[in-house]
């Protein structure tokens, strides 16, 4: 078997009693070491010997690649129980196959016990309460750098915040929009039925109007901002970090937080109340096509919705779209903080924002109904 250098060959030859013999001559470089040890694979394959003898002595070059052909061949040789003994190996060649550990790379390469039923999950009570302490962490970070940007002005970058309320903000609009007025409509048009069959399909107008302003209109639009805002905060901030863009700011003396997070921060809070309002509006507006559609004129909607949405429902309902648009904002510029290294971690990272941020939303709504509760609002 000859490779692509002539001077460059293999000979094995296999005795009665079952032993291979295994003679390299010429240059083992990268150019020919990738053919000798495709041929090296074969022989070995063909009858597995009991012993393997390996020549080296008409070697006449050998750079990392061969030195790697030889000491694979001795882990072969551990993994399938033969011998291997290497015989007219030069001073040098020897020093160098010498400095690597066959029982190092013998444990590196063996399979790891799969973790059991315990392992797996206290790894997931650890991974939970140290998500939470980055959580505070970059709570805690996020705050300070935020009111070191509202005493000094300067220091923020307002152009960013301008451009991050119009990609948050102006370009939802639509979205906000449709979704709200089909909550409307299918609100309002399921709860009708209903309420039909008792003679007060007329209060339709108030149990929707209510729901929206005070739930169903924050809500759908925080929604929509951790699918828009929050996975985008979350790739961009991740693409960086994957870069080592982050790295970089760091070097050059600048806030990660201050610099890319409060500015997404202050303009979210300030586009989320304002989105609520449009999905409120236009809620209102599906909803009283149901009414207009029972038979029921307008200004009778319309006093029915005054007087079941007052200005205190109306503040609740942005108060919510305010604490809902920080709270998407930050867990996806946590998220894209926390960003690690891989072709997927952009990727996990955005999953992870949404998740979270449709997650944080919830709970916020359940902590605002409790305490509405026992305020009596």
């Known amino acids: 078997m000859i490779s692509r250098h002539t001077n460059t060959r293999l000979r094995s030859e296999t005795d009665r009693s079952g032993n291979l013999t295994l003679g390299y001559s010429g240059r083992l470089d990268s150019a020919t070491v990738g053919k000798l040890w495709r041929q090296t694979q074969k022989v070995l394959q063909s009858a597995p010997p009991g012993r393997v003898r390996v020549l080296t002595d008409e070697v006449t070059y050998c750079d990392g690649s061969g030195v790697a052909l030889l000491f694979w061949l001795r882990l072969r040789g551990r993994r399938d129980n033969f011998t291997v003994d290497f015989e007219g190996l030069s001073s040098d060649l020897q020093t160098r196959l010498q400095r690597f550990d066959p029982e190092a790379f013998a444990k590196e390469g063996a399979t790891p016990p799969r973790p059991g039923i315990a392992e797996n999950v206290g790894r997931a009570v ?65 709860s009708a039925m209903p309420l039909r069959r008792f003679g007060a399909d007329v209060y339709v107008a108030d149990l929707a109007a209510m729901a929206l302003v005070r739930v169903i209109g924050p809500f759908i639009t925080a929604v929509i901002l951790a699918g828009r805002s929050g996975s985008a905060y979350a790739a961009e901030i991740g693409t960086m970090k994957v870069n080592n863009e982050i790295d970089a700011l760091t070097t050059m003396g600048l806030e990660p937080v201050r610099f890319l997070v409060v500015p ?10 304002l989105l609520t309002v449009i999905a409120d509006v236009f809620g209102l507006i599906g909803s009283g096509l149901v009414i207009l559609s029972l038979g029921f004129p307008l ?19 942005l108060l919510k779209g305010l604490v809902f648009g920080a709270l998407v904002a930050g867990v996806g510029c946590l998220r894209g903080l926390q960003t690690k290294t891989g072709a997927s971690a952009v990727g996990i990272s955005t999953t992870r924002a949404v998740v979270s941020g449709i997650v944080l939303v919830v709970a916020a709504e359940g902590v605002f109904a409790v305490l509405l509760h026992f305020l009596g609002i």
């Open 299 to 317: 200004v009778t909607y319309t006093n029915h919705v005054r007087s079941a949405v007052d200005l205190d429902i109306w503040l609740i309902g």
């Open 264 to 273: 997404k921060l202050l303009a979210t809070m300030v586009v989320a109340p």
């Open 126 to 190: 650890w991974d939970f309460f140290q998500d939470i302490g980055e959580q505070l962490v970059f709570v805690g970070e996020l705050t300070i750098a935020t009111i070191k940007c509202l005493v000094r002005p300067k220091t923020l970058r307002w152009k960013d915040v301008l451009i991050t309320a119009e990609r948050a903000g102006a370009n939802a609009v639509g979205i906000i929009a449709l979704i709200g007025f089909l909550f409307g409509l299918i609100m309002a048009f399921s």
